[in-house]
């Protein structure tokens, strides 16, 4: 590592925390001229940014100030939606110690945190197609994730996670639970889902992936657990299968170009146009080449299947079947400088307000309060493999003795990867190619094995 604040991330276990997990201290190890906190939080529920804005407001920016001078960068921008008027306040009073930290205030549309459209909206810079904010001098910290980096500086590695818990349960909250906990113990921290036919989306609404097993583990990258009725639109588009995707789209696409003029990428110049991505796709099969390559650029919102598309078609759905794909065997060939920014993009940024009530979340949008929980899972499981990159190397063996904050996982040698921490003191009870699983030193009773113990505190 070129700078102690890359070795930092490193050490710590620390990797992106509202995305997918990119490994931090790769990212840190440059020099910029721009370090941007993504405070945007534009997926709607959410609310773990806001939350850590207000309540460690000193904290962050102590870090971003230290962040911004071992990067070089000029000046550090605090990107966060004008709405969020407690936390700008918060920030305001803590930034001023620090000359180069600002914040940007931004307008209340989705996805105003797309890294992409983030960077244009502080800076003014188009990040190239295909291409990573540091190719324009830029790099881009979530909240959390310069929240963790203050953790690990203080001494404490990466062994939990923020976790907003919304939708259709009794009492919404965000929790700081440990790695690994299950998805079915973080929701019952809310008092349980408030409908019996329910769904549970890992992230916001918009972007969440469909839970297909509730007793899979809060990762590094678990921004939220929405609960949904399965009835919900939002359900509805992740369960229907790709080749009634397809074949309703051949049905029904009638090329209104919704889903284009609405893409956030394509409105800063970007390749991508959906309602030909999705029509070459369901008339001219595995044919490569423009347009179907486009699908490499997008960046999945949801705007198009969620919002746009007055069909109820999902060229999302067919951009990810696509790329999937097409990743085994083709390289994105596109890359370089942006058209340029459409000369209607302000007036088609997509309103939240807009976007809840249309897809029938307004009943949902309840405060979402930080809680201080004292919960000691029975057992956790951490994979190994909970960032981009390749796996983490077990240093542990089934029987040991391990305490919180032991390290359990390494980087393998020279490659892309993250470390793992134990998230709770207990006996690694089983450790595959694929996971660690640490079981609680506490004794509990028989028949509440399958429990967890939970102490609950309001802040």
């Known amino acids: 590592m070129s700078n102690r604040i890359a070795e930092l991330a490193r050490e710590g276990g620390v990797v992106g925390a509202g995305g997918a997990g990119f490994p931090t201290h790769i990212k840190l190890d440059a020099q910029v001229e721009y370090v941007v ?27 971003l100030e230290e962040v911004r001078q071992v990067l070089g960068a000029n000046e550090g921008r605090i990107a966060i939606k004008a709405k969020y008027k407690e936390a700008i306040e918060a920030v305001k009073e803590a930034i001023g110690r620090y000359p180069q930290l600002r914040i940007v205030p931004l307008d209340d549309f989705y996805p105003a ?10 800076t003014g810079r188009l990040v190239p197609q295909g291409g990573i904010p540091l190719e324009v001098g830029v790099v881009v910290l979530n909240v959390e994730t310069l929240w963790n980096l203050a953790e690990v500086r203080e001494g404490r590695p990466v062994t939990h996670k923020w ?8 009492q919404p909250g965000t929790f ?44 590094k990258t678990t921004k939220g657990l929405v609960v949904l009725p399965s009835t919900s639109p939002v359900i509805q588009v992740r369960a229907r299968p790709l080749a009634s995707i397809l074949h309703q789209a051949r049905a029904a696409c009638c090329q209104c170009q919704e889903c284009t003029m609405l893409c956030p990428r394509y409105l800063l110049g970007h390749e991508l146009a959906p309602h ?76 939240v307000k807009r976007l809840i009530s249309s897809l029938g979340l307004k009943h949902y949008e309840r405060p979402a309060p930080a809680k201080v929980v004292d919960i000691l ?73 399958d429990e967890t113990c939970v102490g609950l505190n309001r802040i």
């Open 37 to 63: 906190v993504n405070g945007a939080e534009c997926e709607p529920l959410l609310m773990v940014d806001q939350m850590l804005l207000v309540r460690d407001a000193l904290r962050l920016a102590d870090m």
């Open 113 to 122: 945190g797309d890294e992409f459209v983030l960077v244009y909206e502080t």
């Open 163 to 170: 976790v907003t818990v919304a939708g259709a349960v009794v």
């Open 176 to 219: 700081h639970v440990p790695l690994g906990v299950s998805i079915w113990e973080t929701v019952k921290l809310t008092g349980g889902p408030s409908t019996s036919d329910f769904a549970v989306l890992d992230g916001g609404p918009m972007m969440g992936k469909l839970v297909k097993n509730l007793s899979d583990p809060v990762t």
């Open 276 to 351: 030909k991505v999705i029509l070459a796709s369901s008339y001219l099969g595995s044919q490569v080449g423009e347009p179907i390559t486009a699908a490499f650029l997008c960046s999945e919102c949801g705007l198009c299947d969620l919002y746009a598309c007055p069909m109820g078609l999902s060229p999302r759905r067919v951009n990810q079947a696509l790329k999937e794909e097409m990743s085994r065997w083709l390289k994105n060939p596109h890359k370089g400088a942006p058209s340029g920014v459409h000369p209607w993009r302000s007036y088609r940024r997509v309103p």
């Open 377 to 449: 899972p029975r057992r956790v499981v951490i994979p190994l493999r909970q960032h981009i990159g390749v796996p983490a190397i077990p240093v542990v063996n089934v029987g040991d003795k391990v305490e919180t904050g032991q390290l359990v996982a390494e980087i393998p040698e020279g490659k892309l990867g993250s470390r793992l921490f134990a998230s709770i003191s207990g006996w690694v009870t089983d450790c595959t190619s694929s996971a660690i699983v640490i079981t609680s030193d506490v004794r509990q009773e028989e028949d509440r094995e």
